[in-house]
Nanobody, 121 residues
Framework: VQLQASGGGLVQAGDSLRLSCASS????????MGWFRQAPGKEREFVAA????????YYPDSLKGRVTVSRSTADNTMYLQMSSMNSDDTAIYYC???????????????WGQGTLVTVSS
C-alpha cells in the first residue's frame, strides 16, 4: 500500500486549505491514519489522527479548533481541513498509516511523500 498526499500550495494568512491522502489499496478498519508536518529545522510534529474503522479523531491541543481530519472509507482517502492558517503552519505535510493511535511518528509504518504548504503573511 502506498500513500499519496496532495493539496498543498501557497496560501495567504487567514486562508483555509484541504489536504488529501489517497491510499493505493484498502485501508483496514483496524488502522490508524495520521497527519504530521515538518517545518525546516524542526522535528516532525503530530497534526491529527483518525481511527479508520470508528472514525474517532484526535488532535494536539495546539491545533484543536483549527484542523479537522476526516475520511472516505469508500475511496480509501483521508482529508485534513485547516483554517485560519498562519506562518507557523508552513511545513511539509505527511500522511501515515499505523496500527495504534500515537502522537509519535515512529509508531507509523507507512508514509506518503509529503505535500508542501506555504503560508504567506
Amino acid at each position: 500500500v502506498q500513500l499519496q498526499a496532495s493539496g498543498g500550495g501557497l496560501v495567504q494568512a487567514g486562508d483555509s486549505l484541504r489536504l488529501s491522502c489517497a491510499s493505493s489499496g484498502r485501508i483496514y478498519s483496524s488502522s490508524v491514519m495520521g497527519w504530521f508536518r515538518q517545518a525546516p529545522g524542526k522535528e516532525r510534529e503530530f497534526v491529527a489522527a483518525i481511527r479508520w474503522g470508528r472514525g474517532s479523531t484526535y488532535y494536539p491541543d495546539s491545533l484543536k479548533g483549527r484542523v479537522t481530519v476526516s475520511r472516505s472509507t469508500a475511496d480509501n482517502t483521508m482529508y485534513l481541513q485547516m483554517s485560519s492558517m498562519n506562518s507557523d503552519d508552513t511545513a511539509i505535510y505527511y500522511c501515515a498509516r499505523g496500527s495504534e493511535l500515537s502522537y509519535n511518528p515512529r509508531s507509523y509504518g507507512t508514509w506518503g511523500q509529503g505535500t508542501l504548504v506555504t503560508v504567506s503573511s
